[in-house]
């Protein structure tokens, strides 16, 4: 396995910490550490830590040239087939191998497509949240920000309903510890969690709540699943297409006691296997 040619371009992030809790490696770098030890043949991985590269630049970090990581990708064998991974939801702004699959965390490309016909999406996940399993005594929740127009869809839903929580602010970097707080407190207490997509067509909250305990509802337009060959997705979330979302909270108050049960139990099932980070590693190996 050569990897050394790509070694100027594992960069190490420099931008603020994103989800603001995580700690310890990103996927990126915690598959890379994996894939030493779990390495497979007649494929090659471009080790091209994408999202530092990516988004170091806005926080005022020198990169290496776009072009020359380009020409590296040009001088790539054509015929070979080879693979990579990204966590931004930015796309990958390069002309890559034909034979190249990608797994992705965020989707195709928010500011540019990635340049593949053969993407694979994977969970976009941080370090684990630690679930109290107290009381849930608030309905649904959601803290965040403004980041596409279903959230403010269904902050307007959602106001004046005494069982819901909904925060919802601007999109910066940085966020202040005590919004963290409230936004870790409400999902604990929450029976289900609001996740509309954001940026990309996912958020890391479809996997933050269920760490907390808390059932995903995933509100989409283009979804954006992985495992879907192997994973029910209806067991462990509730699903509302963004044409459904004005039946957002009746289509969750319908929901009995046993449902949510069985939402919880298919969650826990679930949880090491595809949504940890050596799950998604150990995943993304089996598929090559």
């Not at 910490?17 to 894939?35: N, S």
């Not at 090659?44 to 020409?71: G, M, R």
Request: charged content about 25%.
């Amino acid at each position: 396995m050569n990897i050394d040619k790509y070694s100027n371009f594992r960069l190490s992030p420099k931008y603020p910490t994103m989800p603001p809790y995580h700690k310890g490696d990103y996927i990126e770098k915690f598959f890379y550490d994996f894939y030493q030890h779990n390495s497979v043949e007649d494929i090659e991985y471009i080790s091209v830590f994408w999202t530092a590269y990516i988004d170091n630049p806005k926080h005022d970090i020198v990169v290496p040239p776009q072009k020359q990581l380009q020409q590296l990708l040009d001088s790539l064998d054509k015929e070979k087939q080879y693979f990579t991974l990204i966590q931004s939801s930015n796309g990958i702004n390069f002309n890559l191998p034909p034979k190249t699959k990608v797994f992705s965390c965020a989707g195709n490309g928010v500011w540019w497509p990635i340049k593949s016909n053969d993407i694979v999406p994977i969970p976009l996940i941080a370090s684990p949240l630690e679930n109290k399993d107290g009381i849930r005594d608030i309905f649904c929740s959601f803290v965040g920000s403004d980041t596409h127009e279903c959230r403010k869809r269904l902050r307007a839903l959602l106001l004046g309903k005494k069982d819901c929580v909904f925060e919802m602010g601007s999109w910066n970097w940085t966020f202040e510890s005590d919004k963290v707080a409230r936004f870790t407190n409400y999902m604990n207490r929450s029976v289900f969690s609001l996740c509309p997509r954001g940026f990309g067509p996912t958020s890391y909250r479809l996997y933050e709540s269920m760490q907390l305990g808390s059932i995903p509802v995933y509100i989409y337009d283009d979804a954006w699943l992985p495992y879907s060959n192997e994973v029910d997705w209806e067991k462990i979330c509730v699903m509302i297409h963004i044409d459904q979302i004005e039946d957002t909270y009746e289509i969750l108050k319908s929901k009995t006691e046993d449902d949510i049960e069985s939402y919880r139990k298919s969650i826990k099932e679930h949880q090491q296997e595809y949504f940890s980070f050596e799950g998604v590693c150990n995943q993304i190996v089996k598929s090559l």
